[in-house]
């Protein structure tokens, strides 16, 4: 290699270890660590650093104001074969503080444990005060140019690609929560636009629990774990929180939609997201119109059930990022559309009688359907977690021409909230100098020097208007696109802290979810609600809510008293009658398959041909195939993903038999072996079975396997298929996945 070159170097180094671990690479499967698989024996051969799996991304090589490097994406990471200082001095020993004899006091002047433990203090920066626990992934978004008569936004126009970051995240509990616990679901994403970031930073329900962001350290400190005892985790099922929603009332429509399986999601890749708030979109003319953004998951809006979240809460924590990374690393990869709900820019800002500027309603799409915009992949995994889903920055102030903000009180504190934290947080003023926030366009910004500064700006002026550095930076007109505040004329009025009286209605649309619910829906609403108010304490407490539910429903207050054991109050306020809205449900709909996870059950002497002839077809089928036998390693020559001992229904959307496995493990070591049943089938498999049949999955089976089916007494149930042939039962059953669950398994004793 040419030294001289250090960005041949890096290239060739990149090259050559790609070369070597690529027959190494398994991209079927996911869930391998490394672009490589480790040595029994550690490596002691000096070698250049192996390359990110194939799956994982970086963010761009530009520099801290913008422009193209042209180095490889690799050139960010670590480089050369020996350890280093940070200041590239390459040392002999990392294992050993530098003492005074063998036995002696450590040395003060060991610079290389000073840096090694300085730097180990000061891994952690301080996590989010909300959404602290998230994951997040790369991708590319596509314009469809329906948008381009409403706005001059340039990533809209037809056919233009933008790269993106996007981060999912829980809203209450910390960095070690866990995924799945029932909370609001944060939806941001970065858009690197030529015209400068813009960050879409919203939620996966499309209403908020205030209506000024006055009021929103009070929600938080309403929803978190009690000053006094830090409990609980994670959780909405405690007296704070609902003695402010009881009181505060304009939060009980996100407090319905909390209790609702949106609460719950199946997965990101399932999960609708929404920008909440209304933005004003200006187009190449100058005329406005107001929107709301909707993101649609192209394999639908799907939820867990209550209590295959709370066996993942123990059994796998990180089950959402875990299935993030998989599905993209097995290519699955996730999509969404993006669309938008246009409104006129009328003087008084409402449509068809509901306040645009109230982010505590919504407007159902059978008033204003969602017209799609465009559609983003996400293609990448992120190579460092702490450098980009950690630090990267979003903010609803990051805005390119064409979109504006509106007098939505609660976007307004936002507008300072965000820019202000994120100083906090990632240490100065130049966390946009980060390579996951940096723009990918011209930066000329005259904000000089802070913490953490690593652009060197040239010149001597940072200031305008100056003639020492020739007038530069110049400012931009309508000519060159520049970002304009829409000139929106502002009624003379006196100042004052009040809303509107458009913002006093607090019950319509909470009363239009619950409509809009299927029977099942409905019967988990209750359950939720039944749940987390018997976690109160204190039954003043538990009556306000009552009183709350009975001005949305008689059914829901009754049936959630009686889970109580209070009386059920009266409405105090007449009940609204809206008409339901179809887009609120998740039940009726068919959706595609795609990245879905199958569990295989075979064993030592099953029919592993058509076991093989299976995952060929799954995988054929855009889906994940995992075998679970009673031992790991291989059956045969086909690879065993999971055991009997580590495998749970939670972890698959459908679950295919092909075998009666007989019981073969002790119950000193796995909890799940207990006695088998007089069929002797392995009662590790008989929970299997029994957990998919209660969440309401797709099972399947033939030969030997059916015989579990028939011990459980399921054989001819909805959704349970069997057959002569292991592709005639994957048929049946992915005809039954189309709806995700078995609707019809779940009682429900509410219309």
């Known amino acids: 290699m040419d030294a001289s070159k250090p960005a041949k170097v890096v290239k060739d180094v990149v090259e050559n270890a790609a070369e070597k671990a690529a027959e190494f690479l398994t991209p079927d499967v996911p869930g391998s660590p490394g672009s490589a698989p480790a040595t029994l024996e550690e490596p002691t051969t000096p070698h250049d650093p192996l390359p990110p799996k194939t799956e994982q991304g970086a963010p761009a090589t530009v520099t801290p104001t913008g422009a193209e490097t042209g180095a490889p ?85 037809k056919g233009r690609k933008t790269d993106v970051f996007v981060r999912f995240s829980t809203v209450l509990g910390s960095r070690g929560s866990a995924d799945t616990v029932r909370d609001t679901r944060g939806f941001a994403t970065k858009f690197y636009t030529d015209e400068g970031t813009f960050d879409l930073v919203g939620n996966n329900i499309p209403v908020f629990f205030i209506q000024d962001g006055i009021k929103f350290p009070d929600v938080i400190h309403a929803a978190k774990p009690h000053p006094d005892r830090e409990i609980p985790q994670a959780q909405s099922a405690h007296d704070t929180f609902w003695d402010f929603v009881s009181l505060h009332t304009e939060a009980q429509h996100h407090t319905m939609w909390n209790m609702s399986d949106r609460a719950i999601p199946r997965s990101f890749r399932t999960m609708e997201g929404f920008g909440v708030h209304t933005f004003r979109l200006v187009n190449e003319t100058g005329e406005t119109a107001l929107a709301k953004f909707h993101w649609k998951p192209k394999l639908g809006v799907h939820s867990l059930t209550w209590e295959e979240a709370q066996m993942l809460g123990g059994m796998d924590p990180d089950f959402h990022r875990r299935d993030l990374y998989d599905a993209i690393e097995a290519g699955a990869l996730p999509e969404w559309e993006l669309g938008i709900q246009v409104f006129p820019d009328t003087p008084d800002e409402t449509f068809e009688g509901i306040d645009l500027l109230d982010p505590t309603k919504i407007v159902p799409e059978e008033l204003a359907p969602v017209q799609a915009i465009g559609r983003m992949t996400l293609n990448r995994t992120p190579t460092n977690f702490f450098a980009e889903v950690e630090q990267v920055a979003f903010h609803p102030g990051h805005l390119p021409p064409g979109i504006d903000v509106t007098n939505d009180p609660l976007l307004q504190a936002r507008l300072f909230s965000y820019l202000d934290t994120q100083i ?86 909470v009363r239009l979810f619950w409509l809009s619910m299927s029977p099942v829906e409905k019967e988990h609403i209750i359950r939720a609600y039944t749940f987390e108010l018997g976690k109160c304490y204190e039954q003043a407490i538990k009556e306000r809510q009552l009183r709350c539910l009975a001005n949305i429903d008689p059914v829901l207050c009754r049936e959630v008293a009686t889970g109580l054991g209070l009386p059920a109050p009266e409405p105090a306020l007449p009940l609204a009658d809206p008409a339901p809205s179809a887009a609120l449900s998740q039940v009726g709909k068919e959706w595609p398959a795609d990245g879905r996870v199958v569990g295989i059950v075979a064993a030592d002497g099953a029919d592993l041909g058509a076991v093989r002839e299976l995952r060929t077809a799954v995988f054929a089928a855009g889906m994940v195939p995992l075998v679970i036998a009673p031992h790991g390693g291989m059956l045969d020559d086909v690879p065993v993903q999971r055991t009997f001992a580590t495998a749970r229904s939670i972890e698959f959307d459908a679950l295919l038999l092909a075998t009666a496995p007989a019981p073969d493990a002790l119950p000193a070591r796995d909890a799940k072996a207990g006695a088998a049943d007089s069929a002797g089938v392995d009662p590790r ?43 005639e039962v994957l048929s049946g059953v992915r005809r039954s996945m189309a709806t995700h669950r078995v609707w019809e398994r779940f009682p429900a004793s509410v219309a």
């Open 424 to 509: 906090t947080r990632l240490g100065g003023p130049n966390f946009a100098q980060i390579p996951v926030n940096r723009p990918r366009c011209p930066v000329n910004d005259m904000l000089r020097d802070g913490f953490h500064q690593h652009a060197v700006h040239a010149g001597v002026a940072p200031y305008r208007p100056n003639s020492l550095d020739g007038g530069n930076p110049s400012v931009a007109g309508d000519a060159e696109n520049a970002f304009v505040d829409t000139p929106v004329q502002v009624a003379q009025a006196r100042k004052v802290r009040a809303n509107p009286a458009s913002f006093g209605d607090h019950y319509s649309q």
């Open 73 to 157: 994406a690799a050139a960010k990471g670590q480089q050369g074969a020996y350890l280093t200082t940070a200041q590239g001095a390459r040392l002999r020993d990392t294992d050993h503080s530098l003492k005074a004899g063998e036995r002696g006091p450590t040395l003060l002047q060991d610079h290389h444990l000073r840096e090694k433990i300085t730097h180990f203090d000061h891994e952690r920066i301080p996590e989010r005060v909300v959404h602290a626990r998230g994951a997040g992934a790369h991708g590319v978004f596509e314009a469809y140019g329906t948008a381009e008569t409403v706005t001059k936004a340039g990533f809209l126009k």
């Open 685 to 727: 498999v008989t929970l299997l079975v029994d957990e998919c049949w209660r969440h309401a999955k797709a099972i399947g089976a033939w030969g030997a396997g059916a015989t579990v089916l028939a011990r459980a007494g399921i054989t001819g149930a909805p959704g349970v298929v069997t057959g002569d042939s292991a592709t």
